[in-house]
T-cell receptor, first 113, second 112 residues
Framework: DVKVTQSSRYLVKRTGEKVFLECVQD?????MFWYRQDPGLGLRLIYF???????EKGDIPEGYSVSREKKERFSLILESASTNQTSMYLC????????????FGPGTRLTVT | EDQVTQSPEALRLQEGESSSLNCSYT??????LFWYRQDPGKGPEFLFT???AGEEKEKERLKATLTKKESFLHITAPKPEDSATYLC?????????????FGKGTKLTVNP
């Protein structure tokens, strides 16, 4: 079974705080992704990584950065959280040899007050 | 621009009442079309991947089909536990980002 885990299910932070969201997969996947999901807007890609220390911007990278120091871990960083970053954050991973299917973690519901 | 439109936005069925969900797409070369199921407050759960027109995949009461312009998710004799939001996504063959473009989903409610 493909397993993608995220560090927190729920998180409440204050405006201006630095926030770290972590995603871990245990299947030696190369490609990992961060999306956010908002009502009426659907899922949108923030960043993705296709290898250790490699990253590329998605559709909405502003206000976010990422880190991938080890293959199994992909972190999303909010340098200075703002209220408009209140959202559901979803990490996904693509295992090799299974086509292009992405598997999602359980999500982190982040509230910035 | 790659786009995915799902219809209807919401669908209410009685248990046992079969129906179909639609996913229309425009994409610059289709690498794959993906169906996911999402329960409230949880991450999307993978259901199917379709790669070429004419392809069909089945799993329990669900069957996904693909044409050059749309995909259908057929639900046969649904049960209340099939209630969820069903998401469709496409991946374009061009470009290296592997980005999935998602539709906004169809919220399915199956009443007992």
């Amino acid at each position: 079974d493909v397993k993608v885990t995220q560090s927190s299910r729920y998180l409440v932070k204050r405006t201006g705080e630095k926030v770290f969201l972590e995603c871990v997969q245990d299947m030696d996947h190369e490609n990992m992704f961060w999306y956010r999901q908002d009502p009426g807007l659907g899922l949108r890609l923030i960043y993705f990584s296709y290898d250790v220390k490699m990253k590329e911007k998605g559709d909405i990278p502003e206000g976010y950065s990422v880190s991938r120091e080890k293959k199994e871990r992909f972190s999303l960083i909010l340098e200075s959280a703002s209220t408009n970053q209140t959202s559901m954050y979803l990490c996904a991973s693509r295992p090799p040899a299974q086509g292009y299917t992405q598997y999602f973690g359980p999500g982190t519901r982040l509230t910035v007050t | 621009e790659d786009q995915v439109t799902q219809s209807p936005e919401a669908l209410r069925l009685q248990e046992g009442e079969s129906s179909s969900l639609n996913c229309s797409y425009t994409v610059s070369g289709l690498r794959g079309l993906f169906w996911y199921r999402q329960d409230p407050g949880k991450g999307p759960e993978f259901l199917f991947t379709l790669y070429s027109a004419g392809e069909e995949k089945e799993k329990e009461r669900l069957k996904a089909t693909l044409t050059k312009k749309e995909s259908f998710l057929h639900i046969t004799a649904p049960k209340p536990e099939d209630s969820a939001t069903y998401l469709c996504a496409v991946q374009a063959a061009q470009g290296g980002s592997e980005k999935l473009v998602f539709g906004k989903g169809t919220k399915l409610t199956v009443n007992p």
